[in-house]
C-alpha cells in the first residue's frame, strides 16, 4: 500500500516535444505528491509539487496533473529541452509523517 | 548556504571493512534523511531523525548498518562489516520543519569489493 507505481522506465522526446511521466498510488493518507529531478552524479532535487486539493499546478513549463478519484498524477514537460534529460521521479508523502516513497524513475532523454 | 555536505564522495572498500559516511546537514533544518540508490531498487529511505532522534528506522536493511545524529550538525551512517551488496549511492537530506521539501546532497558511491 505504500508503493509508487512510475512509468515508463525511459522515454525518449524530440526537442519541442511534451514528454509525460505517470505514477499512481494505492494509499488515500498520502496527501503531498512532489517530483524530482536527478542529473548525472547529482542528488534529486525538488522540481514541483502539488496537494490533492487541486486537480493541476503549472510552474513555467513544468505541470503536474493530479486525479484524486483515479489516484494518479503525472508530469508534464513543454517544450522538452536537452537540458531537461535527467532522471525524474515521483513521490508521495502521508498526513503527519515526513517520509516521502519514491518512484522508481524515469531517465527521461530529449533528442535534437 | 552550502547545502548538505556529505564525505566522502566515494569510498571503496574490501568486504569484511567498517565504513562510516557522514553528512552535514542544511543550518537550521530540523529533518535529516538517509538513502540509498541503486539501479534495481531505486530510491530507498533507510532512516530518518527529528531534532537529532532516530524516527523510523525501518529502512535500516539488517544490523550491519547504524546511524546517529550527535548533534543537529552532524550524521553518520555506519556499516560494519561491509559486503559487496552494500554497493551504492548514498544520499543525505534535510528538511525544515512544517516545509516538505527534502535537499539532498551530493551522495557517496560506495564500491565494495
Known amino acids: 500500500q505504500q508503493q509508487v507505481k512510475q512509468s515508463p522506465q525511459s522515454l525518449i522526446v524530440q526537442k519541442g516535444g511534451i514528454s509525460i511521466i505517470n505514477c499512481a498510488y494505492e494509499?488515500?493518507?498520502?496527501?503531498?505528491f512532489p517530483w524530482y529531478q536527478q542529473f548525472p552524479g547529482k542528488g534529486p532535487a525538488l522540481l514541483i509539487a502539488?496537494?490533492?486539493?487541486?486537480s493541476e499546478k503549472k510552474e513555467g513549463r513544468f505541470t503536474i496533473s493530479f486525479n484524486k478519484s483515479a489516484k494518479q498524477f503525472s508530469l508534464h514537460i513543454m517544450d522538452s529541452q536537452p537540458g531537461d534529460s535527467a532522471t525524474y521521479f515521483c513521490?508521495?508523502?502521508?498526513?503527519?509523517?515526513?517520509?516521502?516513497?519514491f518512484g522508481t524513475g524515469t531517465r527521461l532523454t530529449i533528442i535534437p | 548556504d552550502a547545502g548538505v555536505i556529505q564525505s566522502p564522495r566515494h569510498e571503496v572498500t574490501e568486504m569484511g571493512q567498517e565504513v562510516t559516511l557522514r553528512c552535514k546537514p542544511i543550518?537550521?533544518?530540523?529533518?535529516l534523511f538517509w538513502y540509498r540508490q541503486t539501479m534495481m531498487r531505486g530510491l530507498e529511505l533507510l532512516i530518518y531523525?527529528?531534532?537529532?532522534?532516530?524516527?523510523?528506522d525501518s529502512g535500516m536493511p539488517e544490523d550491519r548498518f547504524s546511524a546517529k545524529m550527535p548533534n543537529a550538525s552532524f550524521s553518520t551512517l555506519k556499516i560494519q562489516p561491509s559486503e559487496p551488496r552494500d554497493s551504492a549511492v548514498y544520499f543525505c537530506?534535510?528538511?525544515?520543519?512544517?516545509?516538505?521539501?527534502?535537499?539532498f546532497g551530493p551522495g557517496t558511491r560506495l564500491t565494495v569489493t
Open positions: 537530506a534535510s528538511s525544515e520543519q512544517g516545509r516538505h521539501e527534502q535537499y
Open positions: 543550518s537550521g533544518h530540523d529533518y
Open positions: 502539488i496537494r490533492p486539493d487541486v
Open positions: 531523525f527529528n531534532n537529532n532522534v532516530p524516527i523510523d
Open positions: 494509499n488515500t493518507a498520502f496527501d503531498y
Open positions: 513521490a508521495a508523502r502521508s498526513t503527519g509523517n515526513e517520509k516521502l516513497t
